[in-house]
């Protein structure tokens, strides 16, 4: 009999056979079974079986002394229904308190918010007294560790997850940020006066000017956007570059629509970190005496929630919708238009502005339950979005340019020279709608390497100022700004702190977020970048002493001479000759694309055109051999960089050969007699992305251009992309890959 002979024989003989009478049948069994056993499958019974799976302690146990002490009292043994059946038995409901302790929580919030409304002056905003809360902060301090911290009250890390999880949020995901301690100021003037003030004290990105951004006959943009750069430290004449130039810090520059609140005015908003806020509002206070402009402090008022992912586009398009379509006021034409025929935020224009108007609460559109592992992307079945003609251009959507938006869809103002006031206009103070800025934080260094973090910063009014003998002030714009929070969160985004923060704008992204690094890494020659340097070496004799001594690693044996902090000052000092040790000059950092691009990286990759001296560098400028050049190291094999770290210049290739090869005093002379130290490493960790550990570091521009006219024919040939580190507990030195960080 052939197969299929066989086949067919067997399909008449099951020919009557019914599927559905079978099933039925063995459900009355199972019925009947459960009912024997007295065992109820459709709820769980046990004090285990009550958690998720990724909370058990274990899975073969069922002991409630296993579980935490305070798990106890909410799972207890199992008891027997009326009818006789096990069932898990309800913890005690506790008796309800009072209702002055039921609204605790907004006295809480009330509170904090009328100390950041009437803070009406700087010093008094940065007083020690009061340490202000974040809008989101009774969300915050239920789920994180909270810590004091540039006057402000902080969230560093959540409880429940490690970086893993926010990491594959900012790249696949949605990763929210609660940024409401940036310190935010308010030039008014003429556009003119704007435009010289900002140009003394601040420089934009070189690379940002690249975008063809509209431009008007002062130099200012024409339309609502911001731009990213550097803020000096003193006053300067227009038109004057330095790359020597102190600097304070990043800022962000908010430019607003032109001709408010008067004809030819404009108001411009300077966001900055809170360690450098001090010095930049003297700075600008100074400037604005000189030039006439008015300047304000807004810090408190107003709140700013960062958002990356490359679902983050999406998932705001499905947060934002207007309570009045037929209304017209703001960018909503235009907002729906974007998020027809773009999927993700990179493809719009770097720092586009969009103004929405009287939003939907964020709370009504809410999905009753939480959203797990949804793509955003891609639009649900049957959506109109599905069958546009738009979709078909790329995964991520078409690549739209200032003219495409101003085609699309003409900016309407409305209310956005109201959105900062203090007092608001009636219609927004009466109405429900929450007024929304979103701005693209993309920078052009993200936007080529990781275009996929690039997300929007949502912008909220928190409170108006008040009067110190004003009542209570209305909650409804700062709990909008938790709400918001929450709606991104029902939706699948992740929320992170201080240290996600951190660790996203340095070893994430390889360094390419350097604005927000500040101050931690990326900027040792900044006075705040000074201060998170001495209190990370502080915290690190700290833990070097609460050790016991038998335990205590013996740095002198491991060859590392400074084991808690960077000598920046004593590693320029020992590669200079002592002609060059008498200027007052400091260490700085060299931040110029150009010159990194054409001299530095050119020197470091062997180019014989870019041999140059130190004279020919002070012929240049008398201040470039106490530069440090960021660069980014790149792990070949194992080991991961840690802070304090040192970079060695290899003696020959024999270095790399030797992969096992040792730093032992014992057996041979000291690295340092033996290699020159080019530099040190800042920060570094394992990067998830990559699947590689890297990290960030500084070498000195004199060390390099002495080892390059020190070393053999053979190494100078080779370049110094490769270089030997040592971290601080081993003898051990790995080689690594360095490129200049532009």
């Known amino acids: 009999m052939s197969t299929r002979e066989l086949v067919d024989e067997t399909r008449s003989d099951y020919s009557c056979f019914n599927v559905v009478h079978l099933a039925t049948a063995r459900a009355a069994e199972l019925a009947a079974f459960e009912a024997e056993v007295n065992v109820t499958t459709a709820h769980a ?114 409880n429940d997850k490690i970086f893993k999880a926010c990491q594959d949020a900012a790249l696949n995901g949605c990763l929210v940020f609660d940024l409401s301690y940036w310190n935010c100021f308010e030039l008014t003037g003429t556009e003119l006066t704007l435009a010289s003030c900002l140009k003394s004290v601040s420089r934009v990105c070189p690379t940002f000017t690249q975008c063809s951004v509209p431009l008007s006959t002062n130099g200012t943009p024409e339309v609502p956007c911001e731009q990213p750069g550097l803020l000096f430290a003193d006053v300067r004449a227009e038109g004057i570059l330095d790359i020597t130039r ?216 928190r409170s108006r100022a ?78 070097f002493s609460r050790r016991p001594p038998n335990l205590r690693p013996d740095y002198t044996r491991m060859g590392t001479p400074n084991p808690f902090h960077i000598p920046w000052s004593e590693l320029i000092s020992d590669n200079l000759p002592s002609g060059y040790l008498d200027t007052k000059c400091t260490y700085f950092v060299l931040r110029d694309p150009c010159f990194l691009r054409l001299v530095v990286q050119r020197m470091i990759s062997g180019d014989p055109r870019a041999r140059l001296t130190l004279d020919q560098l002070v012929a240049h400028h008398s201040n470039l051999p106490f530069a440090l050049v960021p660069v980014q190291v790149d792990v070949i094999g194992r080991g991961i960089p840690k802070p304090c770290a040192i970079l060695y210049c290899p003696i020959d290739e024999q270095d790399f050969l030797d992969t096992s090869k040792t730093d032992n005093a014992r057996k041979q002379e000291s690295p340092k007699a033996t290699r020159s130290v080019l530099g040190y490493v800042q920060t570094g960790g394992f990067n998830y992305s990559l699947g590689r550990a890297t990290g960030l570091a500084f070498i000195s521009l004199a060390a390099l251009v002495r080892t390059i006219h020190s070393s053999d024919a053979r190494l100078t040939t080779h370049g110094l992309t490769r270089m030997l580190m040592k971290n601080t507990r081993t003898l051990r030195l790995r080689p690594v890959r360095i490129s200049v960080l532009l």
């Open 45 to 158: 019974i046990t004090c285990l079986q009550r958690l998720p799976v990724r909370l058990r302690r274990r899975a073969a146990s069922h002991r409630v002394n296993r579980l935490p002490r305070r798990l106890h009292r909410h799972f207890q043994q199992p008891l027997k229904n009326n009818k006789g059946q096990l069932v898990a038995a309800q913890p005690k409901r506790a008796k309800l308190k009072s209702r002055r302790y039921r609204r605790r929580h907004l006295r809480l919030l009330a509170m904090a918010t009328r100390i950041a409304a009437t803070s009406s002056g700087y010093s008094e905003l940065n007083s020690n007294r009061k340490t202000l809360w974040l809008p989101t902060h009774l969300w915050h301090a239920k789920r994180y560790h909270m810590i004091n911290i540039w006057g402000w009250r902080l969230p560093q890390a959540p």
């Open 466 to 543: 008040m009067d110190h003998l004003a009542e209570i002030p209305n909650l409804r714009e700062a709990l909008s700004v938790r709400d918001l929070l929450i709606a991104c969160v029902y939706r699948g985004a992740e929320v992170g702190g201080l240290r996600e923060w951190q660790y996203w704008s340095t070893v994430q992204t390889q360094g390419n977020g350097w604005l927000a690094s500040y101050p931690y890494f990326l900027w040792p020659d900044t006075p705040g970048g000074r201060k998170s340097d001495e209190e990370m070496s502080t915290e690190r004799q700290q833990v």
């Open 246 to 461: 102190p600097v304070l810090g990043p800022v962000r520059i908010l430019w607003g629509p032109r001709n408010e609140p008067h004809e030819g005015h404009r108001r411009v908003y300077v966001w900055n970190h809170p360690e450098m806020s001090a010095d930049a509002w003297q700075l600008l206070v100074s400037c604005s005496q000189i030039e006439g402009i008015c300047i304000r402090n807004l810090t408190g008022r107003v709140s700013r929630l960062c958002t990356l992912g490359r679902q983050s586009h999406q998932l705001l398009a499905d947060v934002f919708s207007p309570q009045n379509p037929d209304l017209g006021v703001g960018d909503w034409k235009l907002w729906e238009e974007i998020t027809k025929r773009t999927r993700q935020a990179s493809c719009l224009p770097l720092g586009a502005v969009l103004f929405l108007s009287n939003c939907t609460e964020f709370r009504e559109n809410r999905p009753a339950l939480k959203i797990r592992n949804r793509d955003w992307i891609v639009a649900p079945a049957g959506s109109q979005e599905q069958s546009s003609e738009t979709t078909h251009l790329s995964p991520s959507g078409a690549k739209l340019s200032w003219s495409d938006l101003s085609c699309i869809g003409p900016t309407k103002s409305g209310n956005f020279s109201d959105f900062f006031d203090d007092t608001g206009t009636v219609g927004s103070s009466n109405s429900k709608g929450v007024n929304v800025i979103l701005v693209q934080n993309a920078t052009p260094s993200i936007l080529t390497n990781n275009p996929n973090s690039v997300g929007w910063d949502v912008i909220l009014i």
